[in-house]
C-alpha cells in the first residue's frame, strides 16, 4: 500500500547534510527514467540541464509588460488582493522536453547595491542602509507567501514560502517529491502576493531540471 504523496515544502535549514543532494538525485535518475521510456530512446541521448525561467516555463510572460528575458525576477504590474496572480499565464510545454520543479529559492540576498559590475539590480531597488547591507533588517521585503504549480488542469502543489522565512542565512526550501510538466502538457504557475500595491518585485527562484534529447538546446 502507497503512503501520502508528500508535497510540502521542507526549509532547507531543517534538512540533514546531503538531503537536498539526494532528492536532486532521485529526481534526476526517475525524470531520465520516464523520458527514456516516452521517447524510446537510450538515456546516453538525453541530456539534463537546469530549467530556464522564461524559454522552458513562460515564466513572466503574463505581466501587462511581459517579460521575454530568461532572469528570476518579476515586477509585478497587476496582482489580485487575497489571490493567486499567474506569472506564466497558460502554458504548454515544448516538444520533446520534460521539466521537474522540486524547490525554491528567495534570492534577495543577492540583490546588490552597485547600479554597475557588482549588483544584479540598480541602487533604486535596494531597501535598507547601504553601509550595511546583507544584515536581515536590510532584505528587501518577500511579497510572495505562496506558490502554485498547475499542470494538466490539476493543482499539483501550492507550497508555503514562510516555512523558511525565519531562516534568514537560508532562504530556500525543498520538497521531497518533484512536480513534473511533461511535454506538450498544459500548465500555469501562480504567486500569491502579500500586498497589491504597483511596482513590486518578487526575488524568487523555481529550483528544478531539464531532460531533453542532446541537441535540442546544448550538446554536452
Known sequence: MEGPALTQLIPLAEMTPGQVGAIRNQV??????????????????????????????????????AATIDEWLYDATTTTADAFTTVTGSGTMADQRWVAIFGVRDLRRG??????????????????????????????????????????????VIWDLTSFEGYTDKLAGFSPSAIIIPQNSAFNIYYYFKTTAAGIRAYLQLIGIVVEPRGKVVSP
Not at 557588482?118 to 505562496?146: C, H, Y
Request: aromatic letters at 6%.
Open 28 to 65: 534526476v535518475t526517475q525524470l531520465v527514467r520516464l523520458v527514456a521510456s516516452e521517447l524510446n530512446m537510450a538515456s546516453e541521448k538525453l541530456v539534463v540541464r537546469d530549467v530556464r525561467p522564461f524559454r522552458d516555463l513562460a515564466m513572466y510572460a503574463a505581466g501587462t509588460t
Open 111 to 156: 540583490v546588490g547595491v552597485h547600479t554597475t559590475g557588482m549588483g544584479l539590480f540598480e541602487a533604486t531597488t535596494f531597501v535598507g542602509d547601504a553601509t550595511s547591507f546583507g544584515k536581515v533588517a536590510d532584505l528587501p521585503g518577500q511579497v510572495v507567501s505562496l506558490v502554485k504549480i498547475n499542470v494538466g488542469g490539476s493543482d499539483k
